[in-house]
């Protein structure tokens, strides 16, 4: 339950940029690394004469920081959402494809940079002793300051041009709108919220390791994004519910039940193998993913921008 | 070159790799006008268009809107400043409603009220479009997407509108009714009009005049009634071309 909150800002943070702008990005974990690490710069450690002997190349002042966790969630969300920024306003000069490939290197590039800066990021070695301060109460609440945070960027003015430069970007420019501008906006964003996801990340498991940052999880809470549905709010956080819930039923699967005396059990790896059939009829009988663009609506809310 | 006129294109010289596709360009918008440009295929139309709405870049030659050079300036800066451009096949955002499309335009005014009072005005003249005001925009006819893509560019408060085959793929009925909004619109607004068509047949009844481009270059311009078939016929499709037996005056 708690990993699932967690889901949730993670992909919700994917679909604020992923949805909107139709560009699909591989980077954005790099922004839940850097706000896990954020978390850990402020917020390490639960006994802090650890913290000097893990990061020596920390600067003194940080080094002797061991701030509550609500400063080290802020000091994530702040620094990931500014790297977004900054990093979004180069990349978001490129589109299409170009795009997508070069949010791939900005992964890979910044996986090798934390993985070699030793003295401020522990290297390949696991951080331990990073404060818990994770609970599903916790969790859900984070998780839907997310949503909200998702919801009114789709209703904003930003929102609706960005959607409009996905649509047709040509006719989007001829309408006065700064398609770069607006994607760079939804790019620090997302980048913002993906910070936080790292920051409960953290503080969830206690440890932080730059490998938890990487692939593995690019591509499932992708899975999650496209399987639900990119074109919608509802079916990023319906993503998330849906794959949760299937590789959890496997994995109690692969555990095995108990049938009087006979143990019933699917072989193991079959987690990771039913999880890709589930992709593959989601995506032959739902191309557009679960909710096909749809949102779950509650009455009839709208903004005004 | 007259005082009033709101465009001025000079010199208008443009390529594509090694390509020329324009060979130099030149012609005048004169204010509240309409101005068509003809030409087959391939003559350079939408690159002209898109040309002078910033979309393509120029290697030489200048643009003029209201007085001020806009050369080389940015689609969206172009658009905020009073110039509008409505690209060829109705570029419609598909998946925003009818009324986010038409306030996509909108978000760089800075004049709030007066964007509902511009939207009651495109209603006026395109009531379907109220009809279809919560309709995906991909989810419409072509005449309507047509007259939406148009709508969307009335809602920049423009002076000057570019149109890049306003007849394209539509039933002749509903051509006639477009021209005749674009003819109200003119009268009704003072809005000044650039079109391009394939078939001149069409704009003869509305244009002031029109210029017939082939391979980059203006190959001949005038009033309607000043130009007879001949001179059209063989402006369009090269000199001595002209069939005097089939009278082929329908280009």
């Known amino acids: 339950m708690t990993e699932m909150t967690i889901r949730v800002v993670l992909v919700v943070g994917l679909y604020v940029f992923i949805g909107n702008s139709g560009i699909l990005s591989f980077g954005h974990v790099s922004f839940m690394s850097i706000g896990a690490y954020a978390f850990v710069w402020i917020s390490c450690c639960t006994l802090p004469a650890l913290k000097p002997l893990y ?3 920390l600067p003194i002042v940080l080094q002797e920081t061991a701030l509550p966790s609500p400063a080290g969630i802020a000091a994530a969300a702040a620094l990931a959402g500014g790297s977004a ?15 997508s490939i070069a949010t791939f290197s900005l992964l890979a590039g910044q996986y090798a940079l934390f993985r070699n800066w030793t003295g401020v990021t522990g290297g390949t070695s696991s951080l331990a ?41 040509t006719a989007s420019k001829a309408s006065g709108v700064n398609v770069w501008l607006v994607r760079t906006i939804a790019f620090g964003l997302s980048g913002l919220i993906m910070g936080v996801g790292g920051a409960m990340q953290a503080g969830f498991l206690g440890i932080v390791t730059v490998d938890a940052f990487y692939l593995d999880v690019t591509f499932l809470t992708l899975a999650m994004l496209i399987v639900g549905g990119s074109g919608s709010l509802s079916g990023a956080v319906v993503g998330v519910i849906a794959l949760t819930a299937v590789t959890e039923m496997l994995r109690r699967f692969e555990v095995g039940i108990h049938l009087g005396d006979a143990l019933l059990a699917l072989p193991r790896g079959f987690q990771e193998v039913g999880l890709g059939i589930v992709m593959i009829l989601v995506m032959i009988f739902r191309p557009a993913g679960i909710m096909n663009g749809r949102e779950l609506t509650v009455g009839h809310f709208r903004l005004k921008r | ?21 324009l060979n130099g360009v030149s012609f005048e918008v004169p204010a509240k006008g309409l101005i068509a440009i003809v030409g087959p295929n391939g003559a350079g139309k939408s690159s002209t268009l898109g040309a002078i709405a910033g979309g393509n870049t120029v290697s030489s030659g200048t643009i003029i809107f209201e007085g ?17 451009f409505v690209p060829e096949g109705r570029h419609v955002f598909s998946s925003l409603t009818v009324e986010e499309n038409l306030r996509v335009g909108t978000f760089r005014r800075k004049d709030r009220n007066a964007v509902e009072i511009d939207l009651e005005r495109v209603f006026d003249y395109f009531p379907r479009l109220k009809e279809r005001l919560r309709q995906p ?5 072509g005449g309507e997407q047509q007259m939406l893509v148009i709508g969307r560019a009335l809602m920049c408060r ?25 003819q109200r619109l003119r009268t009704e607004e003072g809005l000044s009009l650039l079109v391009n068509e394939q078939s001149s047949r069409r704009v003869m009844k509305y244009a002031d005049e029109i210029i017939v481009l082939r391979e980059g270059a203006v190959q001949l311009r005038g009033e309607p009634s000043a130009l007879g078939a001949e001179t ?16 082929g005056g329908t280009v």
Not at chain 1, 85 to 99: D, E, F, H, K, N
Not at chain 2, 68 to 84: F, M, N, Q
Not at chain 2, 232 to 247: C, E, M, Q, W
């Open chain 2, 1 to 21: 070159m007259m005082v009033n006129d709101i465009l001025q294109v000079r010199g208008l010289r443009l390529g594509y790799g090694r390509a020329m596709v």
């Open chain 2, 158 to 182: 423009p002076r000057l509108v570019l149109i890049d085959e306003p007849s394209l793929g539509l039933a002749p009925r509903i051509v006639d009714e477009v021209y005749d909004i674009l």
């Open chain 1, 55 to 57: 990061l020596p190349g």
């Open chain 2, 232 to 247: 059209l016929h063989d402006a369009y499709f090269g000199a001595g071309t002209f069939d005097h037996d089939s009278a």
């Open chain 2, 137 to 141: 925009g991909g989810k419409m006819s």
């Open chain 1, 129 to 169: 002793n990073v404060p818990v301060f994770m609970n599903s109460a916790i969790g859900t609440l984070l998780a839907i300051g997310a949503v909200l945070i998702a919801w009114l960027h789709h209703q904003s003015r930003y929102g609706l041009m960005l959607r409009a430069a996905r649509d047709e970007q």
């Open chain 2, 68 to 84: 001020k050079d806009i050369t080389g300036a940015a689609p969206e800066v172009i658009a905020a400043a009073g110039l509008s």
């Open chain 1, 85 to 99: 920024l900054v990093i979004g306003s180069i990349l978001m000069r490129l589109s299409g494809t170009a795009a």
